[in-house]
């Protein structure tokens, strides 16, 4: 019998990416990761502002929370880490150095949360692949799925194999830590001179100007094995006793000395990055046409960090042998603790309807009068266009850079346009341009496009649709010179699509922009500084404009150009 008052949910993560979501009776309401309102990129602790935006969002109080669920067995993590390190004594008590905040929150996070929050009902420790499973299946809309999940390490798993059949998580196969997808790469992401847990996009991004020349190589480090299985020689990296850096002495005697931070890039790194992109690959479509052949279901979902490898997606949509795939957007831990919330409601009413996730706009909106006083406090003048799509368009097809903040923010790490930066991509001085002054990123990481459904057909190779950017398409020969500042050095491009019914305003946009120009398409990355989070607010925002090489500034319905005030 279903309740007759609302059920609410809280779900949350208090280590690295640190967010929140509340749903009602299933369905959220907001989920928002504590960066975008701190302003420290990949935010570490508890999600104190994050919490309090989705109590506000849903305008209720702590006491009207029924159940809170955290992304971890936290009891399990330590007595596992704790085990391991035990084991591994005395090398091991460089885990303590290394890492000592990742102890100190999980040692009673339950008790740290009520105290905090001043709350006293349910709390519910969620496994760490089951959290991610759910995050993956219970949106997708499908009534059963295959489930392959590949992060870092949650309490002791690293891999999932199994399958959602009536709600229910059956475990096909399992790997535990150390033995890691996600480790080996962040331990070459330390090798090449980025951070872990935050590089290793940059390390996808540097893969695609490789060679293949360490490709046979590197498959001593990782290659698929057996039927559902991955080897992985440890042997080549110190991350599993706690060592910092992650990777070990024979990776530096086997492909040389690391790349020291800021140092040039240079081909070696290049074809590194490459052998380790393309044995990821080899192992996620390993692991995944196992699941085809293992459940038979045509339809597989996918969550944890690795899931975030948009070539790997692309390569397991198209040859893995599935009807479908759904690749949850925030798909790392920021996006555990919804899974973790959508398992403990779906535990706690059974049979209840289930929520299908057509968008990740879950965060925060902008009100008018937020953008309106958020300019007016900067000395800006803005006006209010009758049609903002055809301003912003003919603005684009002069080639100028728009910074884009409309709606409710997005939930993952990728801006869909409503926190983005948007530009005219016939011209790869555009890249450069963005890349360099506006983003000031490496010049080897690409930007992504955004494209109508409709259209995508014009540009790809095998188009599907992509509404969360998590697929890398081959673009067309013909359709390399349209776009060159979308296409990547491989000739790939993570294409973003939307419909008209999902997201009505960028629609309008590209098909406006289309009309001018004869190219439906725009370049599309995500709105913030260089080292900061994607803005949030409307102060955020205005912010990012003013120190930014951005032309114009589209905020709620206004239009901000440079020069509208002050310079």
């Given amino acids: 019998m279903r309740p007759t008052m609302p059920v609410h949910v809280l779900g949350f993560n208090c280590t690295h990416d640190a967010a929140a979501v509340l749903l009602r009776d299933g369905v959220p309401v907001a989920a928002i990761e504590e960066e975008r309102l701190s302003r420290v990129k990949h935010h570490f602790g508890m999600p104190e502002r994050a919490v309090a935006a989705c109590l506000e969002a849903g305008g209720i109080r702590m006491a009207d929370v029924d159940h809170v669920a955290f992304y971890m067995d936290a009891g399990l993590w330590l007595r596992s880490y704790g085990t391991w390190f035990l084991r591994k004594l005395p090398a091991s008590l460089r885990f303590t150095k290394r890492k000592p905040a990742l102890w100190k929150a999980f040692l009673g996070v339950e008790r740290r949360f009520r105290r905090t929050f001043g709350y006293e009902g349910p709390f519910h420790h969620v496994e760490h692949h089951e959290a991610h499973a759910a995050s993956a299946f219970f949106p997708s809309g499908f009534e059963e799925a295959a489930v392959l999940t590949v992060d870092g390490a949650g309490e002791r798993v690293t891999t999932l194999l199994g399958e959602m059949r009536g709600g229910r998580l059956v475990r096909h196969r399992q790997e535990v830590y150390p033995k890691s997808v996600g480790k080996c790469w962040e331990a070459v992401t330390d090798w090449l001179g980025f951070r872990p847990q935050s590089g290793e996009g940059k390390t996808m991004g540097l893969a695609a100007w490789g060679r293949p020349a360490l490709r046979e190589k590197f498959r001593a480090v990782l290659r698929p094995e057996g039927e559902d299985s991955f080897h992985l020689d440890l042997s080549w990296f110190d991350y599993p006793v706690g060592g910092n850096p992650l990777y070990g002495e024979r990776f530096v005697r086997e492909f040389g000395p690391p790349r020291a931070e800021g140092a040039p890039v240079q081909p070696h790194h290049e074809d590194v990055a490459f052998a380790l992109q393309a044995a990821t690959e080899e192992v996620m479509l390993h692991l995944a046409k196992h699941l085809r052949r293992r459940t038979g279901l045509p339809r597989l979902v996918m969550a944890g960090g690795c899931a975030l490898n948009a070539p790997s997606n692309r390569r397991i949509a198209a040859e893995a042998g599935f009807d479908e795939v759904f690749v949850q957007p925030a798909a790392g831990d920021d996006g555990a603790c919804l899974g973790a919330a959508l398992t403990v409601y779906h535990r706690t009413i059974l049979n209840a309807p289930r929520w ?8 925060p909106g902008i009100p008018d009068g937020e953008a309106e006083a958020a300019v007016r406090a900067a000395g800006l003048a803005a006006e209010r266009p009758a049609d903002l799509e055809a301003a912003a368009a003919e603005l684009l097809a002069a080639g100028k850079v728009l910074g884009w903040a409309r709606g409710r ?43 109508r459904l409709e259209d995508l057909g014009r540009f790809v190779e095998g188009p599907r649709p992509s509404p969360f950017m998590l697929l890398a398409f081959p673009v067309r020969a013909d359709a390399r010179a349209l776009v060159p500042a979308v ?81």
């Fill in 356 to 363: 299908t996730m057509t968008d990740a706009f879950l965060g």
């Fill in 409 to 451: 923010m997005e939930y993952g790490p990728r801006a869909l346009g409503h926190r983005s930066i948007l530009a005219d991509p016939r011209s790869r001085e555009t890249f450069e341009r963005v890349n360099l002054r506006v983003k000031r990123r490496e010049p080897f990481r690409p930007l992504a496009p955004v494209a």
């Fill in 487 to 567: 296409v990547h050095a491989d000739g790939s491009a993570r294409f973003q699509t939307v419909t008209a019914a999902q997201e009505p305003s960028l629609h309008r946009l590209l098909g406006l922009f289309g009309e001018r120009t004869g190219v439906p398409c725009l370049l599309n990355t995500s709105f913030n500084r260089r080292g900061e989070p994607v803005v949030a607010s409307a102060k955020d925002a205005v912010e990012a404009f003013l120190g930014m090489d951005l032309d114009a500034l589209v905020l709620g319905p206004l239009l901000v150009t440079r020069g509208a005030g002050k310079p």
